[in-house]
């Protein structure tokens, strides 16, 4: 068969393009080897910029329809009692705009909502339990059980995760970076009354409570690496223990967990391919970077090369324009973007990886110094927004170090607005006669 692109991975980002191609009219395939809800955690926090996104889509109802608003993450810092120690907190609210709250959503939820809307469209054709195994001269071959077929595209895009065969077929390889530690994670039923996001922590524990929609919450318990197996042979009551200590409030409902088999283990790595277009082929999302999940970026990644690239692919076609040297412009636009969430999040994992007290007394300054300075606190919530992105000054790291005396006077809406990425910025091909 043939088609305008092609695209392997029908995971978030690969639908999230699928969508905004088709919708467009441009002609899609689109393979997915997996099949039906899937049990493995995958990311179900959506920033702001994704939810913008959506907005775009016409899914954005549907998906505030399905979700738990999260407006404010509460940052506790517990003493070697583990009695409440400080706190301090991280308020989206601080974004001007319509798009300033953070939404938890079931993954499959957001994938059949996501789904549902490009299936409308008579030119998405979409394979489940269908893997690409390689692509060459203009052609993907496809096994779909004991078939296999080719499909020939003017663009083949990857958008299958960390074992990319798009990203083999463009020779480029990555190097993972580990971690000290793990995380387990399960959801259960929360209390009623917790609303927004939770992270405890002391100088040798740390949890994260995102509260879900129906009464549920997503938890993530750090651990060090390699202990699952030994904490697995511990009773059930060990698990409970583990959260109730850090978390009163959420003893008797971490409890309704009986047995081990629904908590899995989450193995964080990094990496950042160091191109992502080659020819007519293009990575996005865990096919092109991969970042620690300390701040939920991933998801939101993928959901944002899905937007660049899809406004620079139907452009081309409408232009014309259909020369695969057009693709820079997608590489141009995400890859500085990509590389300073990454090394955000990578950083936010290092303050919280090392079981020393001074790591932990640190932490919690740079949190409440944050806090307290208006104009670090809307560059840290502007950052993980994806809405913008404004680097620390040297300035800002002084005062973060208690250097320097915190600012108080907040930033005006307008100041703020012009921080805020705009549509020049996100697509300049259009005002720049690029194509």
């Not at 083949?156 to 083999?168: C, H, Q």
């Not at 939920?296 to 232009?319: R, T």
């Not at 549509?423 to 194509?435: F, I, N, Q, T």
């Amino acid at each position: 068969m043939k088609t305008d692109v092609f695209i392997t991975g029908g995971g978030i980002g690969g639908l999230t393009l699928a969508l905004k191609l088709v919708s467009s009219g441009i002609n899609v395939v689109m393979v997915e080897k997996l099949t039906g809800n899937q049990p493995i955690y995958k990311g179900e926090l959506l920033q702001p910029k994704s939810m913008q996104i959506f907005d775009g889509l016409h899914v954005y109802n549907q998906v505030t329809s399905n979700a738990q608003i999260i407006e404010v993450l509460d940052l506790i810092e517990l003493s070697k009692t583990l009695k409440v120690k400080d706190q301090s907190f991280m308020d989206y609210t601080v974004i001007p705009g319509k798009y300033n709250a953070a939404y938890m959503i079931h993954h499959e939820k957001l994938k059949t909502i996501i789904f549902k809307q490009a299936e409308k469209y008579p030119n998405f054709r979409y394979y489940n339990e269908a893997t690409c195994k390689v692509i060459e001269n203009n052609t993907a071959i496809v096994q779909q059980g004991n078939e296999k077929f080719q499909v020939e595209a003017a663009f083949f895009i990857g958008a299958e995760g960390r074992a990319s065969v798009t990203r083999k077929a463009m020779g480029i390889k990555v190097d993972p970076i580990k971690y000290n530690h793990h995380f387990i994670t399960v959801t259960f039923p929360r209390p009623s009354d917790l609303v927004g996001g939770q992270i405890f922590s002391s100088y040798n524990r740390f949890l994260g409570l995102f509260p879900l929609p129906d009464n549920q919450v997503r938890s993530v318990y750090l651990i060090p690496a390699g202990d699952f197996k030994k904490i697995k042979e511990k009773p059930i009551a060990h698990f409970h223990k583990l959260y109730t200590d850090l978390a009163p409030s959420i003893d008797g409902y971490v409890q309704q967990l009986t047995d081990w088999s629904k908590i899995q283990l989450m193995i964080p790595i990094m990496y950042h391919a160091n191109s992502y277009v080659q020819g007519n082929k293009v990575i996005i999302g865990d096919a092109a970077h991969a970042v620690h999940p300390m701040a939920g970026e991933g998801m939101n990644m993928a959901i944002q090369d899905a937007d660049i690239l899809g406004e620079l692919l139907v452009d081309m076609y409408k232009s014309s324009s259909l020369h695969p040297d057009n693709l820079e412009q997608f590489e141009y636009v995400r890859k500085e973007r990509a590389d300073y969430l990454i090394q955000l999040s990578h950083l936010s994992a290092l303050a919280y990886s090392f079981p020393f007290q001074p790591v932990s007394w640190i932490r919690s300054k740079t949190f409440e110094r944050m806090e307290e300075d208006p104009v670090l606190h809307f560059k840290q919530m502007l950052n993980v927004s994806g809405l913008g992105m404004w680097k620390e000054s040297v300035r800002d790291r002084f005062i973060q170090g208690g250097m320097m005396p915190t600012r108080k006077k907040d930033l005006s809406v307008a100041k703020k607005e012009m921080k805020l990425f705009s549509a020049e910025d996100d697509y300049p091909w259009k005002w720049k006669g690029l194509l």
